[in-house]
């Protein structure tokens, strides 16, 4: 009888494959940027891009005040199962990540719910529009009719955004403080081909 050859040890897990290189788009400033599929590898350059945002826009994105970006939130951040969503960020010449924006689908139905953020010091030059090009391709890809986020009515930021690249805007009864901002997915949108 021979003995059972133990397991061998696991090796360190490892993400698998790299980065997708994405597509390099340029910015106002005249920088090049590239937008690309979120990576399990992005989880340190998750927080950093955290660690950079200002608490108003950490209060705008999440509705709550959150200090860090622990492991096993950039994590799961990190992780997005394409059954469930899909998420991009924007990653400047040195690898760092310099907006992101995520839709998650609506069980059932063919919407989803979709959020953004760019960091502070980058406004205004088309980053947050890049991912949006991303997140609606992506979705339309998909059959989806509509994108949706929930958006504080004080987040004046935000809702000139979305009406810009052609959202829709409602009230949420229930939810006092809350504008629903709907991207309607059959319409031509501004600046999307
Ligand atoms: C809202 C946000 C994503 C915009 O990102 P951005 O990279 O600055 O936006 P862009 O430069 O791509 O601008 C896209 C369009 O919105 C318009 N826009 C951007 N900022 C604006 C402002 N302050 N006032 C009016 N319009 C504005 C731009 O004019 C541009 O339109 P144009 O290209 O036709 O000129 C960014 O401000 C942000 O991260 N906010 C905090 C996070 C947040 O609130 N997220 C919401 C949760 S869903």
Partial sequence: MTTPTPNPPRPTPRHRGTPARGRAFRAADGHTFRVRAIHPSD????QRAFARLTPEQIRHR?????NELTTDAATRLANVAPAHGAAYVVVDDEGEIRG???FYLDAGKPSAE?????DPTLLGLGIGRALMRRLVGDARRRGLSELW???LAENALMLDF?????AARESMADEPGVVRVRFDLSRRLPGYR
């Avoid at 999440?62 to 959150?66: P, R």
């Fill in 43 to 46: 989880v340190p350059a998750l």
């Fill in 62 to 66: 999440t509705f709550h005040h959150m």
């Fill in 100 to 102: 992101e924006a995520r």
């Fill in 114 to 118: 979709f959020a953004v953020i760019v």
């Fill in 149 to 151: 986020g929930s958006v």
């Fill in 162 to 166: 979305s009406q810009r690249l052609g």
